[in-house]
């Protein structure tokens, strides 16, 4: 068989929008051995420690340009109905420039999980001396369910028509559910970690912790907690992914929770 190479030259979205982008295309690298690279996580890859050793980024910019100007062929994951189309170009194509969202492998995403789980771990340098991750592994997970609360805000005002956009008493809603139902499941006593892109007018208290941390150290604490709950999001999914956690998506304004309705995320 021929030696073929997957370049992505262009993220798509950011952060974990740009991880799923990768694993997805990645693990179906894998698969099949064609070599695989991502200049365009150059910006990203210190926090995982990665190097990427076949192309620059500064000749993603180059691609890009040439793309633009109708020079090169890419190939575009633009269309979530093209997955075999994509697959079969990719297999019988030396080098395939690579960008967009709509490439999914989860069968893959699933069997490498634990080769993404290893290779995504965020550097101890980037947390070890923060407080609020100190005071998080000191919680006696004997004593505690820790459920975290992804309070999404920002761009959800104007997405899908502000469809999972949620003020702070809806997610009230769904904490008091999820103590009634933890509850019913064990004498633990339920603490909530509230992590948000905005100001929360949610009261802490000795059960309720708000954290004010950066992104990765708010997807490190998530991917650590027991169970998610939140609006759609990748920012949720991957850290129920590389967590192996519980998440439940918020998607409306009931406030009630089934056990039943948790997920595991599978890429």
């Known amino acids: 068989m021929k030696s073929m190479l997957v370049v992505i030259f262009m993220g798509h979205g950011n952060h974990s929008n740009r991880l799923f982008q990768a694993i997805h295309i990645e693990a179906f690298c894998i698969e099949n051995k064609v070599e695989f690279s991502n200049p365009s996580f150059k910006n990203m890859s210190k926090y995982y420690g990665l190097k990427d050793s076949f192309i620059d980024n500064t000749l993603c910019i180059l691609i890009r340009g040439l793309r633009k100007l109708r020079l090169i062929k ?13 697959s079969h ?4 194509t ?5 960008h967009g969202w709509c490439f ?7 069997k490498y999980q634990d080769y993404f789980i290893k290779k995504y771990t965020l550097l101890p340098i980037f947390y070890m001396n923060n407080d609020f991750y100190k005071y998080f592994i000191e ?5 505690y369910h820790i459920v975290g609360v992804h309070i999404r805000r920002g761009d959800y005002k104007t ?5 999972y956009y949620f003020t702070d008493d809806i997610y009230e809603k769904y904490m008091t559910s999820i103590s009634r139902e933890l509850t019913l499941l064990s004498k633990k006593k339920i603490k909530f970690i509230l992590f948000s892109n905005e100001a929360i007018n949610i009261s802490g208290s000795n059960d309720i912790i708000i954290s004010n941390n950066e992104w990765y150290i708010d997807q490190l604490i998530m991917s650590k907690c027991d169970y998610l709950i939140g609006p759609p999001s990748t920012f ?5 992914y590389i967590g192996k956690i519980q998440y439940y998506h918020i998607k409306d304004k009931t406030g009630n929770i089934n056990m039943n309705d948790f997920s595991y995320c599978i890429g």
Request: proline share 2%; aromatic share 12%.
């Open 74 to 86: 890419t190939l575009d994951f633009n269309a979530p109905d093209r997955n075999e189309f994509y």
């Open 89 to 92: 170009t990719i297999l019988k």
């Open 94 to 98: 030396k080098v395939t420039l690579a």
């Open 104 to 110: 999914r492998e989860h069968g893959l995403t699933r």
């Open 139 to 143: 919680l006696d997970r004997s004593e």
């Open 159 to 163: 997405w899908e028509n502000g469809k």
């Open 236 to 240: 949720t999914l991957w850290a129920s």
